[in-house]
Structures are given as structure tokens and as C-alpha cells.
């Protein structure tokens, strides 16, 4: 079995963007959908644009693994995981074809709509195990399918610390102290940045602040 019951009192709340970050999409199916494997999801989107619905999202899917988001551990328990088909950085990364941003924008509405999901709460996989995890990566364009997750009112006058900002992206506390550098490329991933190091250039720290306030 590759997946598990949700806790009554867990409710979902996040959605989990992933990429497949494997040679092909049969590859990618057999393993998201083998109960002898070790991990699930609940959608998969081909190049193509189809979707795959492979666990009822009433179902915990085991996608997220290590993570933890705001005050949040554990994502799996309050999330639905959709990957989309891509080679990843393993195999030979690639933009999302125009049909994946098409299927994911209807089928994120769809669950917006039956979770009450919130766009603030719509989340990429790098940002919640950011030491871990590279997907979907600096490719995917949220922009593309209307999401729009963070819209802080930002305060006169005040200086926001480096760090206060990576707590208001929704970084956990714990891997904001750990794992700074790491935060810090799943931010540049998020603005689509196409060299991801852990600099923290002036325009860089520009376009954190109007990712965050904007
Ligand atoms: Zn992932």
C-alpha cells in the first residue's frame, strides 16, 4: 500500500506542486501508482495535458515526505500532491508544455473550489522541504495559471530583516535557522530565476520584497 487514511481532524488545505523528475511518463505512472512503492499522488499531468487521477484526495497520498511549512509539519496529512511531467534536473529539465499549464489551471480551480484552498496556501514542493527538494523548480510559471499567493500589506517605513521575510514566504522557523542558503534558492526558484544560488543580491532583495508585497 502506497498511501494511508487521513486523520479526522486533518483537513486539507495545501496543495503540493510537484514535477515527476523522471526519464518518462510510463516511468512516472507505474511508480506514482505501484502499491509497492513508497509513494502516491493524486494527480499526475502529462506533457500532453492529461490527467491522471490516480488517489481520491480523500485518500493521504505520500508525496510530500520530510516537510514542513508555516507551523505546519507533515504536508502530506493536509494536502493534495499533483505532479506534472517533466525530466527534472536529474534528467534533462525542460519548460511545462502549454497543455500542463492549461489541465493544471482547470484542475486547481476544481479543488479550489471543493476545499476551499486558498491561492496563499497553494505551495511548491521546494518550499516546504527546501533542503531537499529542487521541484517543480524554476520553470514553472505560477503566473501562468492565476495564482496569486502572496499579497502582504507592506509597512511604512519599516525595514524588514532577511529572515522575517523568508517567515512571511511561509518558510518553517526551524529551516529558516537551519537551512537558510536552501530557503533562500526556493525563493530564486519562485521568481523563476534561471541561475539558482544562495546570493542575496540588491535585485534580488528587490524582487523578494515585490514578490511579498506586490
Ligand atoms: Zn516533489
Known sequence: MNYSFRKKNKIVKYIVIHYTGMKNLKLAY????????????????????????????K???????????????????????????????????TSFSKQQYISIKKLIIFLKYNFYILDKNIVNHSDISPNRKK???????????????????????????????????????EYIRDYENSCTKAVKRSLNYRKI??????????DFSDLLFS
Not at 492565476?146 to 532577511?162: M, P, S
Not at 544560488?197 to 528587490?206: A, E, H, V
Open 59 to 93: 485518500y493521504k497520498a505520500w508525496h510530500a515526505g520530510k516537510s514542513k511549512w508555516k507551523n505546519d509539519s507533515n504536508i502530506n496529512n493536509l494536502s493534495i500532491g499533483i505532479e506534472l511531467e517533466n525530466k527534472g534536473h536529474d534528467f534533462g529539465y
Open 197 to 206: 544560488c544562495s546570493t542575496k543580491s540588491k535585485k534580488f532583495l528587490n
Open 135 to 173: 521541484d517543480p523548480g524554476e520553470k514553472f510559471l505560477i503566473n501562468k495559471i492565476g495564482i496569486k499567493r502572496f499579497n502582504y500589506k507592506k509597512q511604512i517605513n519599516k525595514k524588514y530583516k532577511y529572515k522575517e521575510m523568508l517567515k512571511l514566504y511561509g518558510f518553517h522557523e
Open 30 to 57: 507505474e511508480k506514482l501508482s505501484s502499491a509497492n512503492s513508497n509513494v502516491s499522488v493524486h494527480y499526475l499531468i502529462s506533457r500532453k495535458g492529461k490527467i491522471f487521477n490516480l488517489l481520491c484526495p
